[in-house]
């Protein structure tokens, strides 16, 4: 399976925000950004190119692909259903990427990072309605459950995680149990519910050259 191995404080770097690549760290003085808040590279700090047109539209998809830790081919996929799909395709697009199953393990408190819930999800910890599903990209839908296997509850991550989760909201669209370490996808998410700052359009226009 394709991933991304190398240094992802660099990924954080390159879009010149923090896109919460390893959990808690992003919080501490030891993030990359508040070190060296310069592209990474040889000539990362002495070369800040104005972008306009391509270059703007080109960093924005590669600023969203990153958050969600996917890759190209895959991304483009993603938004060729959401130009099929009925309604706003930028819109469709970050619904989908919202219900993928390691974002909403994220989302609901269970793991620090998306990186981390995709590990989760990997090693069969979640179960989507009394079933294990170890399928990253596994897409949630309205009504389901998701849980934490029975013997998995107190793995010391999730534990972890469950104590940093105050520092997050959980979005409108899902509900969350911490006693019974299980959530339920009440809807699909709204554009309002993507708390990141993302400008959808410019990946449309991007795609639709």
């Known amino acids: 399976m394709a991933r991304y191995r190398d240094a992802v ?11 919460f690549l390893k959990g808690q760290r992003c919080l501490t003085d030891k993030c990359a950004i508040e070190k060296r808040n310069f592209p990474p590279g040889q000539h990362g700090k002495s070369r800040r190119p104005k972008l306009i047109g391509y270059g703007l539209q080109l960093r924005e998809k590669q600023k969203v692909r990153r958050l969600y830790g996917i890759l190209e081919d895959q991304f483009r996929i993603y938004f060729e259903k959401a ?32 990186a981390e819930a995709r590990q989760l999800v990997r090693h069969s910890h979640i179960l989507v309605n009394g079933r294990k599903v170890n399928i990253p990209s596994f897409q949630v839908a309205p009504g389901q459950e998701i849980a934490v296997k029975e013997g998995s509850r107190q793995l010391a991550s999730i534990q972890r995680a469950l104590d940093l989760a105050g520092n997050r909201s959980l ?9 019974q370490m299980k959530g339920r996808v009440t809807s699909f998410p709204k554009r309002e519910d993507v708390n990141f700052p993302i400008q959808e359009q410019m990946i449309v226009e991007l795609y639709s050259k």
């Open 9 to 19: 404080c660099r990924l954080c770097r390159r879009e010149g925000i923090k896109l």
């Open 83 to 114: 130009a099929r799909a009925k309604g706003i395709t930028g819109e469709n697009l970050l619904s989908m990427l919202e219900r993928r199953l390691d974002n909403t393990v994220y989302r609901l408190g269970l793991a620090t990072s998306r």
């Open 171 to 179: 979005p409108s669209w899902l509900e969350f149990d911490r006693e």
